[in-house]
Structure formats: structure tokens, C-alpha cells
């Protein structure tokens, strides 16, 4: 299984990005999604998750009210919606999925995105 993040690039501080979260041999429907980031010499670290229900929504601290994460599933698709960004956001962003609700490690992720640069610009 492999997923394709997406949507990624160079913007300036305060900035909104989409990123995108695809796969064409998996279901996302009954399964939850999670955002990583790993910024360089730093873990890779969670930074939202939506689990197979959409109610069950979850945000690291640093992005609460900045990001929102949603899905579509008869594209089945995850976005990660990107506002106020800030130049600390900047990492290489992965999604991952293949459990059927959120976990913050990425130890418990079987599949994984390829990962799609973000950089914010101060």
C-alpha cells in the first residue's frame, strides 16, 4: 500500500496551504488518518488525526485552531488544512494510515505517505 501526500510548497508566514492525502489501493473509508511532520534532526511527530469516525478529531497543541483535517471519502481523500502558518510548521509533512483509530506514534502506522515539503518563510 502506499499513499501520496501532496500539496506542499514555499509560503510566507501567516500563509494557508492545503495538503493532500491519497491512495489507489486502499480505502481510506474504515480507517484513520494521521499527519506527521518531521522537521530536520527532529522525530517525526503527529500533528493531527481523524480516526474512521469524522467526529474523532485530534490536534497537537501548536496547531489547534490552525489547522483543521477532514475527508472525503467517495474520493478517497484526507486534507490537512493549513492556516496562519508559522516558519516553526515548516518540515516534511507524511500522512499515514491503516488502523482504524487515531494512535499518537507513528510506530503504530503500518502505511505511509512519500512525505511533501513545507516551508514557511518568516
Known amino acids: 500500500v502506499q499513499l501520496q501526500a501532496s500539496g506542499g510548497g514555499l509560503v510566507q508566514a501567516g500563509g494557508s496551504l492545503r495538503l493532500s492525502c491519497a491512495a489507489s489501493?486502499?480505502?481510506?473509508?474504515?480507517?484513520?488518518i494521521g499527519w506527521f511532520r518531521q522537521a530536520p534532526g527532529k522525530e517525526r511527530v503527529v500533528v493531527s488525526c481523524i480516526s474512521e469516525s469524522v467526529d474523532s478529531t485530534y490536534y497537537e497543541d501548536s496547531v489547534k485552531g490552525r489547522f483543521i483535517i477532514s475527508r472525503d471519502n467517495a474520493k478517497n481523500t484526507v486534507y490537512l488544512h493549513m492556516n496562519n502558518l508559522k516558519p516553526e510548521d515548516t518540515a516534511v509533512y507524511y500522512c499515514?494510515?491503516?488502523?482504524?483509530?487515531?494512535?499518537?506514534?507513528?510506530?503504530?502506522?503500518?502505511?505511509w505517505g512519500q512525505g511533501t515539503q513545507v516551508t514557511v518563510s518568516s
Open positions: 489501493d486502499f480505502t481510506f473509508e474504515n480507517n484513520a
Open positions: 499515514a494510515s491503516g488502523i482504524r483509530y487515531c494512535r499518537l506514534r507513528s510506530g503504530s502506522y503500518p502505511y
